[in-house]
Every structure is written in C-alpha cells, then in structure tokens.
Nanobody, 124 residues
C-alpha cells in the first residue's frame, strides 16, 4: 500500500519561510519520480517541482525558481520543499505525488499516488 503523508504547512507572513515534508511508505522510494504540486483557491492544480530517480530536478513553476528548493532524503524516504520569500500568491494546498518513471524514464504527469495535501497560507 503506497502512502504519502505531507506535513509542515501553516500560516506565515509574506517574506517568511516554510518547509514541507512528504513521508513515503510502501514502495522503494529511490525508484520513483517525486513531485510537489499546489492548488490555489479557485485555480487549477499546478506542478511546482519534481525529482527524478537519481536526483535530477526540474522546477515547473517559473514563479518559484530561486525561492523554492525541492530535495529528498532517501535514507528517510522523505521529500522536502523548502519555501523562502513566500508571497500571498503562494497560498494554496500543497500536495506531494509519486509515480514510477514512464516510458523512456520521463517523470511527466499524470502521477498515480498523491498525499492528502497540506495548507499553506501567506498573508500580506
């Protein structure tokens, strides 16, 4: 049974920082594509960043480059998202997701496994 459990969300003022964690259970962590997504109120879910097996990182959202850092600790089966210089537009529910690499080793969407989400609220 694959399970993803996020934590670390909360409420901060603009300019603040949060670190999200995603604990992974039920599969060999290092063989999966891992990613963070977010959904702002009234908007569609968007990809934030992902890590391929082997550690190659892509930031999907231009708005988070230079402010957010995705990382992982394979020994702890945990994915992280360090979020600095937070802005009100970063407000939303943040989800971690996982899936096996697709044909050719790609880590494109869609992802099969999802966490329950953690709320991030940034006030101005």
């Amino acid at each position: 049974q694959v399970q993803l459990v996020e934590s670390g969300g909360g409420s901060v003022q603009a300019g603040g920082s949060l670190r999200l964690s995603c604990a992974v259970f039920g599969y060999p962590y290092s063989t999966y594509c891992m990613a963070w997504f977010r959904q702002a109120p009234g908007k569609e879910r968007e990809g934030v960043a992902r890590i391929k097996p082997g550690g190659i990182i892509t930031y999907w959202a231009d708005s988070v480059k230079d402010r957010f850092t995705i990382s992982e600790d394979n020994a702890k089966n945990t994915l992280y998202l360090q979020m600095n210089s937070l802005k009100p537009e970063d407000t939303g529910v943040y989800y971690c997701a996982a899936d096996l690499p697709k044909y050719g080793g790609s880590c494109l969407t869609p992802y099969k496994y999802w966490g329950q989400g953690t709320q991030v609220t940034v006030s101005s």
